[in-house]
């Protein structure tokens, strides 16, 4: 593997899992009720939105690191990654961008705002799938022995984790329990990613 192309991996993924625990700190902080309204929405907002550029060019670096018998699954997940990219940078976006500093001036809720249910909560939700789906398939690319193991485990986990995510978002009666059914995804993504970085520093030494 080339060690540019593995660097690139090693600190994408790196910083992607930063900003996940970031984003699972300020999501416990939020539902606690110790950060509030804007501030919670805008960390939120802000670290899910930088988790999805880097987790495409860790996906990218994969797939130039496994095996040509293998890429087929390795370029299923990048068109996956690259979906989920689109949705969320779409979805956080304009929120941070329209709907929050409309807010603040007093604007009442439009097509824009994230609701349960909503345009842009359903756009959240897509996005989370395919991240789920790139996961799985990114499992598929790798070797069953090796020092792969534990990276294997954790993208297999965040694509088993699609159905709970499909749950949380799309259960009739929303509360925040229902949305406690997608909290997995904070061990399984993280761990993910943490992974990966380890992979491609494996890689690059």
């Given at each position: 593997m080339?060690?540019?192309i593995?660097?690139?991996g090693?600190c994408?993924?790196?910083?992607?899992?930063?900003?996940?625990?970031?984003y699972?700190?300020?999501?416990?902080?939020?539902?606690?009720?110790?950060?509030?309204?804007?501030l919670?929405a805008?960390?939120i907002?802000g670290?899910?939105?930088?988790?999805a550029?880097l987790?495409?060019?860790?996906i990218?670096?994969?797939?130039y690191?496994?095996?040509e018998?293998?890429?087929?699954?390795?370029?299923?997940?990048?068109?996956?990654?690259?979906l989920?990219t689109v949705?969320v940078?779409?979805m956080y976006?304009?929120q941070?961008?329209t709907?929050i500093p409309?807010?603040l001036?007093?604007?009442?809720e439009?097509?824009?705002?994230?609701?349960?249910h909503s345009l842009?909560?359903t756009?959240d939700a897509?996005?989370?799938?395919?991240m789920?789906?790139?996961?799985?398939?990114a499992y598929?690319a790798l070797?069953?022995?090796?020092?792969?193991?534990w990276?294997?485990?954790f993208?297999l986990a965040n694509?088993l984790?699609?159905?709970?995510?499909?749950f949380?978002?799309f259960?009739p009666?929303?509360?925040?329990?229902?949305?406690?059914?997608?909290?997995?995804?904070?061990i399984?993504?993280?761990?993910?990613?943490?992974?990966?970085?380890?992979y491609?520093?494996?890689?690059?030494?």
């Amino acid at each position: 593997m080339n060690r540019k192309i593995a660097i690139v991996g090693n600190c994408s993924s790196l910083a992607a899992f930063f900003a996940a625990v970031g984003y699972g700190i300020v999501q416990v902080l939020q539902v606690a009720g110790i950060l509030v309204y804007p501030l919670d929405a805008q960390l939120i907002y802000g670290f899910s939105l930088a988790i999805a550029p880097l987790f495409l060019l860790a996906i990218l670096a994969l797939h130039y690191s496994v095996h040509e018998s293998r890429r087929f699954f390795s370029h299923a997940a990048l068109l996956f990654a690259l979906l989920y990219t689109v949705y969320v940078v779409l979805m956080y976006g304009v929120q941070l961008a329209t709907v929050i500093p409309a807010s603040l001036k007093g604007a009442r809720e439009t097509l824009l705002t994230v609701t349960p249910h909503s345009l842009f909560w359903t756009v959240d939700a897509l996005g989370y799938i395919c991240m789920g789906i790139s996961t799985l398939l990114a499992y598929f690319a790798l070797p069953g022995s090796g020092h792969t193991l534990w990276l294997r485990r954790f993208l297999l986990a965040n694509g088993l984790a699609v159905p709970l995510i499909c749950f949380a978002y799309f259960y009739p009666q929303f509360s925040v329990w229902v949305l406690l059914a997608g909290a997995p995804w904070l061990i399984t993504a993280t761990g993910s990613l943490l992974q990966l970085a380890l992979y491609f520093k494996s890689k690059r030494d």
